[in-house]
């Protein structure tokens, strides 16, 4: 079949007539007013012949004017890739030989650079796909452009938008003319511009139809005749769009908070590591005494922080507590969610009390306890706390008598809190708590500089320490020096798993840190155990290093003499001028160095018992791959425990789901911005925020951690294949764990999220780096190779 009319093409026959032209064809059966026209089949294009005789037949039936000649691509206008501009659209085109042309200019434009890059920025494989040709009767417009059935600026569904300018669409969607635009939110409008308010009741009718037909938000193009005639030229699912969170059926409108950035992470989490995740969150915040249902929106962790918003004590904290993990992006967002009236205190209904109340009260004792106990005894404090997490090491190892999938499964749901949390949670929020007071006890006293660098070279931080031992590693593997910086990580890594890779002490790192990754909270990704990958691209990274005073044992020391010289003078200085608020501030500060570095032991220890549960599900899931319940052993890990349940007893076939649930967490990955905060109705809170002041081109973040460095910048999507060299400044959107080994090449930190207390900008103070966090759009404003300077004192960026 090679040329068919577009009336015949159906939503199934998009490997036939691609998207675009199933598109039109559905709108056709709905009623609605589209052009007449035909398509050349993808199987035209596979043949690479075209059908003279069916196109000139098709073309003379259409009355042989002008026609309009698009491309429809058999991986175009998808849910998750429109292709939007990247193919050809021919208009005004008249007789035979210029059709013909035509088409064949839209089948070349497949593989046009721009489509080409695409296509493989979505992982779509070349060879599987096909270009199919809608030719349509032309419309000329008096005025033509685009409707989108949610607003695509700030995400919110109840809002449609259009963009319109006389003439031709194409001025609209080239960016070639001032377009009008128009947010239709149910209030009427006059007649102002080139749509009536006629018009735009039409539009936001046509809609409201296609939505509820597409079962999603449509990217609809559309034009008006001179007799007022409006015609539908395209209708397709708009990509960009944050998935909006679940509906929970209640009137008032909701606010989530994004968690995952706390931990390092904007990617998202496979469905495993999101069952046990929001466990894990929701059971360490009732610790603290706050309930927060967490939500998966996007594959992402959000916390329903609704009714804190709307309880009248709560919200006065609200803020200030976002300060230590979540940072000023935040704070910003929440105190914007505070001011808006539909988040007004309520009485009742959110206070606490009864049981609930009760056990916030023995957690706030416990607390009080645990804290003043770490404060006045730090050093038996960390002795505990070490002892805690050896204990959950050794705990953690599965029993070797588990032979089955059954076995090993109800291993896995027999995991549960441990008795030993209180001993590793309360040194950590007191050294937190010491390491953030002294800001305000010293305000007028001393700068922030002045605390970060006192804050700088912090002891007993078992991420610093696992950065010294590969760059230790990388010292004593000189000798391989060429090997390892000449071939890809990803090869050497497979050489070492395969066992002809020299040694070089990789197998005693990894048997200490090998539980450990990027993302590693996510127990669906695999830990460096597993694929080393990223090690060695670390490695190669510090083998760059050849003056001895950048080591960053050279460098951490530096910044520990310079914090231990601050404190001393920081403190003798506050006394002098304040005498009880510098005798506190000191005695806080110096605890902070004893303290504070622990931050990262629980999660560390954290680490063990995901690392056995993530053995023992691929185990299950090598187990469901004999059975040929599941293509592969990891696809386990987008199950949850439930439907594994049903397949290890039932015999339940899971390998539908995982296809789909894989296609989701693939354009996910793609995703580069994720809201800091989300309302019910689809709205990124920030994109509603009032602009900031334009300035001269600086960036303007949070300085995170002091110094002024300039050098060129280093862009990093992936740590595993990232080349940073000594000088580098590092610009990343986020950073967990573990992407701290490239901060020991790199001389300062830009990051896109972040707070002054989380994992990146404490790495970066304690060797002595500049850090500037919370610089919006950083990776996408900031070219690699691109002259900076980074100044964490003043918290700005100033591209050269």
Known sequence: MHVIALSEATADMVDLVGGKAAGLGELIRRGERV????????????????????????????????????????????????????????????????????????????????????????????????????????????????????????????????????????????????????????VERDDTGCLTSAHLADLRETGERLQAHFGCPQDVEWAIDADGVRWLLQSRPITSLFPLPPDTGKPLPRVYLEFGHVQGMLQPVTPMGMSTLRTQIAAMLAALGVRVEIVDIGGRLYGDLTDLARDPSARKRLVKLLAVDFGPRAQTVMQHVLADPRFAPTRGGTRRGGAQGAASLRTAGRAVVGILRALARPEAARIRMFEAIEQMRVRSVAPADLRTAADRLRFVQAQDGDDSADAIMWPIVAGMLAAALPTSLLKGLATPDEIHTVLGGMPHNVTIDMDLALWRLAQGADDHRQLLLDNPPAELAARYLRGTLPDIGMAAFLDVYGHRGVAEVDLGVPRWAEDPTPVFAAVANYLRVTDPQQGPDQRFQRAAIAAEAALAELVTRSRRRRPVRGTVAGFLLRRARS????????????????????????????????????????????????????????????????ASRRRVHRRELRRRTVPVALLSDGTDVETVLPPAPTGDGTLTGVGASAGRVTGPARVVHDPATAHVEPGDVLVTATTDPGWTPLFLTAAALVTETGAIMAHGPTVAREYGIPAVICVPDATRTIATGQLVTVDGGTGTITVH
Not at 143 to 162: I, Q, S, Y
Not at 164 to 184: E, I, K, N, Q, R
Not at 608 to 627: K, M, N
């Open 35 to 186: 052009p007449e026209g035909f398509c050349v089949t993808a199987e035209a294009h596979r043949l690479g012949v075209i059908p003279m005789a069916e196109v000139v037949d098709a073309y003379e039936r259409l009355g042989a004017g002008p026609v309009a000649v698009r491309s429809s691509a058999t991986a175009e206008d998808l849910p998750d890739a429109s292709f939007a501009g990247q193919q050809d659209t021919v208009l005004n085109v008249t007789g035979t030989e210029a059709l013909i042309a035509a088409i064949e200019k839209c089948w070349e434009s497949l593989h046009t650079d721009r489509a080409t890059a695409y296509r493989d920025a979505r992982q779509i494989d070349h060879q599987t796909v096909r270009m199919a040709v809608v030719v349509q009767r032309m419309i000329t417009p008096t005025v033509a452009g685009v409707l989108f059935t949610a607003n695509p600026l700030t995400g919110r569904r109840d809002e449609m938008a259009v963009d319109a300018a006389p003439g031709l669409g194409t001025t609209v969607v080239d960016g070639a003319a001032t377009v009008g635009h128009y947010v239709l939110d149910g």
């Open 595 to 658: 303290l504070a570095g622990l931050r990262e032991a629980g999660k560390f220890a954290g680490l063990y018992p995901l690392r056995e549960t993530r053995r023992q599900l691929l185990l299950i899931g090598a187990d469901l791959h004999d059975a040929g319940l599941l293509d592969q052993p990891d696809d386990i890990m987008f199950l949850t425990l439930d439907e594994v349940h049903s397949a290890v007893h039932q015999d339940v076939d899971p390998r539908g789901t995982v």
